[in-house]
């Protein structure tokens, strides 16, 4: 197994970068197509005959069982071919006891009588065209018995238990140390559930060729997606082609895959026709995953001087029944400030509410609005800087496990950042400028996100036309894979960026783990290159082997790879002629990563400052952001242009948590209320003003061998903290229960009598 | 989605007769909320008589000296409309503030007035909502109702109209004219088109089956500034929690009841010399909360006086004195 320190001491063509194709601001290598309607998503794709579709039913209560069940008038509507409830699905393979994220297993469709959950698919009718599906569908008679449910997070709190298999983390004595401490903060935070609003819904073309499957869908994990899909129709992983070329948006919420993919696939078995099936905006909202809601209690101790003595964050969360996942938004705290005593911790509940799951950046997303907040509030109290008050905790190393860091770059990001935006224009006493009726307020947070590399492996082909070829079992879900591997493949082997083809979104191709955790480009990224390094050596090896070769009987070691020519000193020929001579069909190399076995003795991650301006109306309590800088250290780029839009992309969502975003669960019904997009508020363009994101020139050697690390997820954490800072700074008011809508800036302003 | 026909109207004239001919049938012009509600089947006709292309896109001038705007000039014209933007601005306003670029380009003068409300459960078809199913209940009443009215509403409703350009048009004391299943031509004051709920939240305005709106008439403009403050969650396609739009003397309010409402209370108290802010309270004597919307009390009671503050320094701004 390999080490970091051979990363580190391991010279590569991306670390060179002699081409200068990493880091540019390249565009997308699929942005034409995307931008042209010819990048054909799930749903779109053009099956090898004309499909059938699908129209899925949801249930309308919270918790039960379905009682009565007519499909005669569906069965007999026009055009209809099948109609599915739990009576008389296909049989699939069992649900197993809890689901993880990495061990693939059956996701069965329909498959009892039971309701865990509003909005859980109970029927499904599959009609020769949508609108005769829909017509179906609406025909469908269905009854319901409802059981008592619990859907009120806060109404249970007490019911809040140590998740599975956790405890706890304290260093020092927490209590004592926070008793002890001069200057104190202690408060209660609330994120409410949110929804990951993906562009594009969730959706599967089916078909079969005999016994085996062919599936165009839309989700993160290939691998995973394809096997667990297997073993929910029973038959040999290998029967399955998973396809996901093209992903609009995936935010964790295409972890996994929902039934859409399950039951167009068992419906073309069926039918033994291709099947489309759509998830709707609405059943997005309910029959997917969603963010859960949580309640954190923060409490920091300080010195007079500043210094953090002690610091706790606590976060209450919520689950489904039958689910396993916590928000973990205490965690990222135990690798951000110094401070002798901590203590962090969750506990989770459980509800009769939707799966909860993954949302970029589970963890960091939600617990940045709380304990960066209460920084703020902390300095405040002290009368320090905000920004400072953080440079002065800033720990030598890690502060909970003492480990070195890999590079941190904190503090440089804050300088930097606060340079450019003018931070130390920051009246520091609140509601002092005004803009017209807008009082104007400058806040500032730090972000964090932690670092990860998973298995995975790649092939790179040269053709007899010196065109390189990247296959990888990997995602694009808007991130820029597709552009960033070709970036690499061109650097690693001396060639135009116009002579590289990548394909992914294949379970036929060397498997990555996929998108998720911003462990994307880092994972897939460093397989690629290794496979890269591998078809160099076996070009050297055959060019310096070759007696027609002008490289001929050459040292392999010293072969250079520039503009498609290889070369030693002035010898060369083109990579084309090379090939065409010698391998007309092509030569492919294999590569691989996997993490180092030295990786956890250093504490890795992603670093970021944001600087929000916003502007508040007192009178009716809006607010609006004016500008926001955020500066990311977040080791070696591989693409300016990618890299930047999903920094920012996280930063407006930051903008959204902070004041618009959440689902409200009516007690009465067990369900979502605000079930579209325009019932669920993310940020519009004229939300956002000035917007800018600067990445610090890093390099994480210790990452893995291109030094380079993941920005999907770090541009949203701590993002809505700046906000709410500058908020208070412009108004006053803090509101500590997200999002901060008018009626709750009101209300908090006329609790000062204002 | 529910199978339909349709047809496209070759005058208003006939457009009305198919309209009261047809069972179930509806007008649809720009569809921006009724192919929504259809395929949510929140409105299931069976027939579309398309009135989209008929000639009444046209603004012209009326004798009085105002303006009379065709049922079909789509909110955008209106909006950019160089008369409607130099003596109604708070129109303009109103209409930019509403809906999206794209929605106002496909949106008409009369489906704006007759788009239906935004309130969740209205939306939501397995939910209680008399409005939607009569006969079922209200969802909203006992409900997540941050966005409810608190003018006029009843045990069995309480959407709100959804509406920026009638809060407008309005203030600005607006006529419609309608073309009736008769053959013959009527106007009334805009502010009479649309009920409140009462015991019947499903019907939301005084049009008898098959009536077509041809035009709204604008009086000459009141003297006096004008201005139009929506407030919104976010800054762009966002219903609004509360809406004021000021036209001289006169004041209506938007996302506060079954209907864009004028300000009677309001506008006498004004007119007898009361302050801005004594002005609103009198209208908000009458106001009442359900449940979770009470902060548009005294949102009402903070935008307001603004608004009025805001348009009568900007006409004495214009013409050299306060108003």
Redesign the interface.
């Known amino acids: 197994m390999s080490s970091v320190l051979d990363w580190e001491a391991t010279p590569n063509p991306v670390k060179e970068n002699r081409a200068g194709n990493i880091g540019k601001a390249v565009d997308r290598y699929e942005g034409p197509l995307k931008v042209t309607g010819t990048a054909p998503y799930a749903y779109e794709v053009e099956p090898p005959s004309p499909p059938d579709y699908g129209v899925m039913l949801s249930a ?1 209560i919270a918790k039960g069982r379905i009682t009565a069940i007519d499909t005669k008038a569906a069965e007999a509507s026009p055009g209809v071919q099948l109609v599915w409830t739990y009576k008389n699905a296909p049989k699939q393979g069992p649900r197993p006891e809890r689901y993880d994220f990495f061990t693939p297993s059956p996701r069965p469709a329909l498959e009892s009588d039971q309701v865990y959950y ?1 909005g859980q698919q109970v029927a499904v009718v599959v009609a020769d065209t949508l ?1 005769n599906a ?2 179906g569908a ?1 025909l469908v008679e269905l009854s319901f018995e409802a059981a008592p449910q619990s859907v009120i997070f806060s109404d249970h709190y007490d019911e809040a238990d140590q998740p599975p298999g956790e405890s706890d983390i304290e260093i020092g004595d927490f209590e004592t140390g926070f008793a002890e401490a001069p200057v104190q903060i202690d408060d209660i935070w609330r994120t409410p559930l949110q929804n990951h609003c993906q562009m594009e819904p969730c959706a599967t073309t089916a078909w079969w060729d005999g016994d085996q499957l062919t599936v165009h869908t839309s989700v993160q994990m290939v691998r995973f997606a394809q096997n667990s899909l297997a073993e929910t129709l029973m038959v040999p992983h290998k029967n399955v082609r998973l396809l996901t070329r093209y992903v609009g948006g995936g935010f964790g919420g295409k972890g996994s895959f929902y039934e859409d993919l399950v039951l167009a696939s068992l419906a073309a078995r069926e039918l033994g026709r291709p099947v489309k099936i759509a998830f709707s905006r ?1 059943q997005m909202m309910h029959g997917t995953v969603h963010r859960p809601a949580t309640e954190q209690r923060v409490r920091l101790g300080a010195t007079e001087d500043g210094h953090l003595t002690a610091m706790s964050i606590m976060t209450t969360t919520h689950c489904d029944r039958r689910g396993n996942f916590t928000e973990h938004a205490s965690n990222f705290a135990r690798n951000l400030y110094a401070a002798p005593n901590r203590l962090t911790g969750h506990r989770l509940v459980r509800l009769d509410l939707p799966v909860a799951s993954a949302m970029r950046a589970p963890g960091e997303a939600s617990g940045t609005l709380s304990l960066e907040v209460a920084m703020d509030e902390l300095a405040e109290k002290l009368g320090m800087d905000p920004m400072e008050l953080r440079i002065l905790n800033e720990p030598p190393t890690d502060p909970e496990t003492g480990k070195p860091f890999s590079i941190r770059q904190l503090v440089r990001c804050m300088r930097e950042g606060a340079q450019q935006f003018g931070w130390d224009r920051r009246n520091p006493k609140p509601g002092q400028v005004r803009d017209g ?1 807008w009082h104007m307020g400058l806040g500032m947070a730090a972000a964090i996100r932690g670092n990860f590399l998973l298995p995975a492996k790649a092939s790179f082909t040269v053709d007899a036309d010196g065109v390189i070829t990247v296959k990888q079992g990997m995602t694009d879900i808007g991130t820029g894979t597709y552009t960033v591997l070709a970036q690499i493949a061109a650097e690693t082997l001396g060639v135009p960026l116009g002579d590289v083809r990548v394909e992914i979104g294949d379970s036929e191709l060397p498997p990555a783990p996929g998108s998720g955790g911003q462990f994307g480009a880092a994972t897939a990224g460093s397989a690629a290159l290794d496979a890269g390094m591998n078809l160099r050596k076996a070009i050297a090896e055959i060019a310096v082997n070759d007696q027609a070769s002008p490289l001929y009987g050459g040292p392999s070691e010293d072969i250079t790879f520039q503009d498609g020519v290889i070369a030693i000193s002035n010898r060369s020929e083109r990579l084309s002629e090379l090939i065409r001579r010698n391998r007309p069909e092509g030569l492919t190399a294999d590569g691989e990563v996997r993490p180092a076995a030295d990786a956890a003795k250093w504490s890795s991650h992603t670093y970021g400052a944001h600087f929000v301006e916003v502007a508040v109306d007192t ?4 607010v ?1 952001t004016r500008r926001m800088l955020g500066v990311f250290a977040a080791g070696r780029i591989l693409n300016w242009k990618t890299a930047r839009s999903q920094l920012t992309g996280g930063m407006i969502w930051g903008v959204g948590s902070a ?2 975003e959440g689902n ?1 669960v ?1 007690a ?2 067990g ?1 979502l ?4 997009l ?2 669920y ?1 993310v ?5 956002i003003g000035e917007l800018d994101a600067i990445m610090l020139d890093e390099v994480d050697d210790k990452a893995n061998p291109m030094g380079i690390k993941g920005v999907g997820e770090l541009g949203i954490s701590g993002a809505g903290a700046a906000v709410a800072n500058a908020i208070y700074n412009a108004c006053g008011v803090r509101v500590r229960d997200y999002p901060i ?3 709750k800036v ?2 908090a302003l ?1 609790a000062q009598g204002r | 989605m529910r199978p339909f026909t349709y047809e496209r109207a070759a005058d208003a004239a006939s457009a009305v007769k198919a309209a009261t001919e047809t069972p179930n049938a509806r007008f649809v012009a720009g569809g921006t909320n009724l192919l929504d509600l259809m395929k949510l089947e929140i409105e299931t006709p069976t027939h579309l008589i398309d009135v989209g292309r008929l000639p009444m896109a046209g603004i012209e001038e009326t004798a009085e000296g105002g303006l009379r705007i065709g049922a079909m000039a789509t909110n955008s014209h209106v909006a950019a409309d160089a008369r409607v933007r130099s003596r109604y601005p708070v129109l303009t306003q109103a209409i930019v503030s509403g809906g999206s670029g794209q929605l106002r380009n496909k949106a008409t003068t009369g489906g704006n007035l007759l788009q239906r409300t935004r309130c969740a459960y209205f939306y939501d078809t397995a939910k209680p909502c008399n409005k939607r199913a009569p006969g079922s209940g209200c969802g909203a009443l006992e409900g997540l109702n941050r966005n409810s009215a608190i003018f006029g509403a009843s045990h069995a409703c309480i959407a709100t109209h959804p509406s920026d350009m009638a809060v407008a048009m309005v203030a600005l004391g607006a006529s419609v004219e309608v073309l009736s299943p008769s053959g013959g031509a009527r106007s009334f004051p805009l502010m009479e088109l649309h009920r409140l709920p009462a015991e019947r939240p499903d019907v939301d305005t005084h049009l008898v089956p098959g009536e077509l709106i041809t035009a709204v008439v604008l009086p000459p403009p009141p003297k006096g500034g004008q201005i139009y403050r929506k407030v919104r969650d976010r800054a762009s396609y966002s219903a609004g929690l509360a809406s004021v739009a000021i036209a001289g003397g006169q004041v209506a309010l938007g996302a506060v009841a079954h209907k864009p409402w004028r300000a009677a209370e309001a506008e006498a108290a004004l007119g007898a010399g009361a302050s801005p802010a004594e002005a609103i309270a009198a209208e908000l004597a009458n106001a009442s909360e359900n449940g979770r919307n009470g902060f548009k009390i005294n949102l009402v009671r903070r935008l307001v006086p603004a608004a009025i503050e805001e348009a009568r320094s900007n006409w004495a701004e214009k013409n050299g004195s306060v108003a």
Do not use: C, K
């Open positions: 309308p509003f609108e829909q017509a609406a609405q009726r009178v009716t309590g809006e609006r004041l618009t409200v009516d009465r019904y369900s209320i605000n079930q579209d325009a019932g508020l940020p519009v363009q004229a939300d809508t008018p009626d009101l209300a006329e």
